[in-house]
């Protein structure tokens, strides 16, 4: 009789399990890890990262009829050391749980990318990277956060935050995030709550054309408007970005352009562009080819001269190779 319960017992259990098993099918782990050998005039030689690198969960529960439960979890870390990004955020990518619909679009709670952060990337080359070859010092960089921290984890990402992604309405969508509570920098010595951040983009994309208009201001209401554009014609892609960022608390300014392009040989990619900072002069001109190993692995090549006016300036040579899983 024992032994005939054990069985059921077991039968339950293994029902059970099968059942937790098909509720979490659609929980999906996810990752991307990218390293490199870098020099740069006047620098030893160096392994680094092309890429920030992430680990990270996500998944969707259906709801019934269009709407879905979502989350996501990401990590951030160094792959040439295995330690974290950074030392104040363990989760540094991404932690928003929050519902969707085709219909009504998209609502998350958490700390993510701002909608300028998650969606200027795709005009740069390289990704937005800051890295290497990457353009993004000139691609509308802007400090989301504006408070002193340790490490800088919050300059392109918000925390307690609302974002909404509407649907695409023949082409068109608008991405927006508001944070719910003040933020208030790590200075022991600042008591005063700052103003929340916030931002909104708008964004077009259709056919071989698309465009971006964004706008957000940070805690010390320093704020930014952006605009770029792409337009693809056959193997050819051409990418453009302009920005004004006003910093409220100095009465200074900061005008950034960029101009770049992709080009397709075969199954290599090409690419290259040039980028300005306005007021202080300082530019960076880039080349690199992208050579794919497989649909999830690539080799690349990246070629590039950076003038600083206020330091010395660097030429620099990189090549890697990147996975994504």
Same mark, same amino acid.
């Given at each position: 009789?024992?032994?005939?319960?054990?069985?059921?017992?077991?039968?339950?259990?293994?029902?059970?399990? /099968?059942?937790?098993? =098909?509720?979490?099918? !659609? &929980? #999906? %782990?996810?990752?991307?890890? +990218?390293? *490199?050998?870098?020099?740069? $005039?006047?620098?030893?030689?160096?392994?680094?990262?092309?890429?920030?690198?992430?680990?990270?969960?996500?998944?969707?529960?259906?709801? /019934?009829?269009?709407? =879905?439960?979502?989350? !996501? &979890? #990401? %990590?951030?870390?160094?792959? +040439?050391? *295995?330690?974290?990004?950074? $030392?104040?955020?363990?989760?540094?990518?991404?932690?928003?749980?929050?519902?969707?619909?085709?219909?009504?679009?998209?609502?998350?709670? /958490?700390?993510?990318?701002?909608?300028?952060?998650?969606?200027?990337?795709?005009?740069?080359?390289?990704?937005?990277?800051?890295?290497?070859?990457?353009?993004?010092?000139?691609?509308?960089?802007?400090?989301?956060?504006?408070?002193?921290?340790?490490?800088?984890?919050?300059?392109?990402?918000?925390?307690?935050?609302?974002?909404?992604?509407?649907?695409?309405?023949?082409?068109?969508?608008?991405?927006?995030?508001?944070?719910?509570?003040?933020?208030?920098?790590?200075?022991?010595?600042?008591?005063?709550?700052?103003?929340?951040?916030?931002?909104?983009?708008?964004?077009?994309?259709?056919?071989?054309?698309?465009?971006?208009?964004?706008?957000?201001?940070?805690?010390?209401?320093?704020?930014?408007?952006?605009?770029?554009?792409?337009?693809?014609?056959?193997?050819?892609?051409?990418?453009?970005?302009?920005?004004?960022?006003?910093?409220?608390?100095?009465?200074?300014?900061?005008?950034?352009?960029?101009?770049?392009?992709?080009?397709?040989?075969?199954?290599?990619?090409?690419?290259?562009?040039?980028?300005?900072?306005?007021?202080?002069?300082?530019?960076?001109?880039?080349?690199?080819?992208?050579?794919?190993?497989?649909?999830?692995?690539?080799?690349?090549?990246?070629?590039?001269?950076?003038?600083?006016?206020?330091?010395?300036?660097?030429?620099?040579?990189?090549?890697?190779?990147?996975?994504?899983?």
């Amino acid at each position: 009789m024992k032994k005939t319960l054990s069985i059921l017992a077991l039968g339950a259990l293994s029902g059970l399990s /099968g059942s937790a098993s =098909a509720q979490s099918s !659609n &929980v #999906q %782990m996810y990752g991307y890890i +990218d390293l *490199g050998l870098v020099k740069e $005039s006047g620098k030893t030689p160096r392994m680094d990262r092309g890429q920030n690198n992430w680990l990270g969960f996500k998944g969707t529960e259906q709801l /019934g009829g269009d709407l =879905a439960a979502i989350f !996501n &979890v #990401q %990590m951030r870390f160094n792959p +040439d050391t *295995g330690g974290a990004e950074k $030392s104040t955020a363990f989760f540094q990518g991404e932690t928003t749980v929050g519902l969707a619909s085709t219909r009504y679009g998209t609502v998350r709670l /958490g700390r993510a990318l701002t909608p300028l952060w998650a969606k200027k990337w795709i005009y740069d080359p390289w990704y937005d990277s800051a890295l290497m070859g990457s353009l993004a010092n000139y691609n509308g960089d802007f400090n989301s956060d504006g408070l002193v921290t340790v490490d800088y984890h919050n300059y392109s990402r918000a925390s307690n935050a609302v974002y909404y992604s509407s649907p695409d309405i023949a082409g068109f969508s608008v991405h927006a995030d508001a944070e719910i509570e003040r933020a208030i920098g790590d200075d022991a010595a600042r008591t005063i709550a700052e103003t929340r951040q916030k931002g909104i983009s708008l964004n077009y994309a259709n056919g071989g054309l698309n465009t971006m208009l964004a706008y957000e201001k940070n805690h010390i209401d320093s704020d930014i408007v952006y605009v770029a554009g792409g337009y693809t014609m056959g193997a050819f892609t051409l990418l453009g970005s302009y920005s004004e960022t006003k910093f409220a608390r100095v009465n200074d300014k900061l005008t950034s352009m960029m101009l770049a392009a992709t080009y397709m040989v075969g199954i290599d990619t090409i690419r290259g562009g040039y980028g300005k900072i306005k007021e202080s002069g300082n530019d960076k001109v880039t080349v690199g080819v992208n050579h794919p190993l497989s649909k999830r692995t690539n080799l690349y090549a990246d070629l590039y001269r950076e003038k600083l006016v206020d330091v010395d300036g660097s030429t620099g040579v990189a090549l890697g190779i990147n996975h994504t899983f």
